[in-house]
């Protein structure tokens, strides 16, 4: 996938997570991303996430280790976003069928009112690491 990124710092990561999930596993999930689309760690402008989850310590070392800033939304508002790819199971377990997507989507219209869902998202799991990373990255246009 090639898109041009004309500004920099113009991507929304948007991170759905289990309790204790490692900042490794999301730097891994990230870096699979970014290696797959060919943007990179400069053209981030920050992630997004559940309020539920602003105190993961993985997710906060990842933020952290790269100076990105950590958006949160509550439950309700990321439950009114309309997304590709929603989940009945996450809708139940937190309140919103959508962590991800919906974070990715609002933080980018945050700062414009147009954007684009790049990346929907894609779940990962590493075998010797506890937890589940969803990722999902939008662009502001």
Request: proline share 4%; hydrophobic share 50%; net charge neutral.
């Amino acid at each position: 996938m090639q898109v041009e990124l004309l500004n920099s710092q113009v991507l929304w990561v948007g991170i759905g997570c289990q309790k204790g999930t490692s900042g490794k596993l999301i730097s891994i999930a990230i870096e699979n991303i970014l290696l797959d689309t060919q943007f990179t760690y400069s053209a981030i402008a920050g992630i997004a996430t559940i309020e539920s989850k602003a105190s993961e310590m993985g997710l906060r070392e990842f933020c952290r280790v790269h100076n990105f800033p950590l958006k949160t939304f509550t439950a309700e508002i990321l439950a009114g976003v309309n997304v590709p790819n929603p989940a009945k199971i996450i809708a139940q377990i937190v309140g919103t069928p959508s962590v991800a997507e919906a974070s990715a989507i609002l933080a980018a219209t945050e700062i414009s009112s147009q954007m684009r869902l790049l990346v929907p998202k894609q779940i990962f799991r590493l075998p010797e690491d506890a937890g589940v990373v969803t990722v999902a990255i939008a662009q502001r246009v």
